[in-house]
């Protein structure tokens, strides 16, 4: 038996509470705060202890799927890709920028929220940006 404590930073909010992921033979098991944390000292609020169910979830998605023919089928991440960009550029010629809108996700670190919204602005030209950690 094989147990590991990985020293990490909770997804969920802007927060940055320090904890760590127990990994027990390569699985993902549990999740303990952080005593030496200056933001957290030792503490979790419900998401924070509950951060690591959704990782071994049996219907997490973990590859990209299309609709073809009416099903969603596996497809590669190229392909996925490939498909967003065609779908994005066809969307902002035929609608323009700001018929485009962005969410974000709670379950991401604040740095991928950044960069998030800079793509928005930046590349895509709107300000249509949105997120779910409000809570």
Not at 39 to 54: D, M, P, R, V, Y
Not at 72 to 85: G, H, N, R, T
Not at 91 to 99: A, R, T, Y
């Amino acid at each position: 038996m094989e147990f590991k404590a990985i020293p990490t930073t909770c997804p969920y909010c802007g927060c940055g509470c320090g904890f760590f992921l127990e990994v027990m033979d390569g699985k993902l098991v549990g999740t303990t705060p952080s005593k030496t944390s200056p933001i957290n000292q030792g503490k979790l609020c419900i998401k924070g202890w509950t951060a690591h169910e959704f990782v071994e979830n049996p219907e997490r998605l973990t590859q990209p799927l299309l609709r073809k023919n009416g099903k969603l089928v596996p497809v590669s991440w190229d392909e996925a890709f490939d498909f967003a960009v065609s779908r994005l550029k066809e969307i902002k010629e035929k609608h323009g920028p700001d018929s485009i809108c962005l969410m974000s996700c709670a379950r991401t670190i604040s740095e991928n929220n950044y960069l998030h919204q800079k793509f928005a602005r930046a590349v895509i030209g709107t300000h249509n940006v949105d997120h779910c950690a409000r809570v």
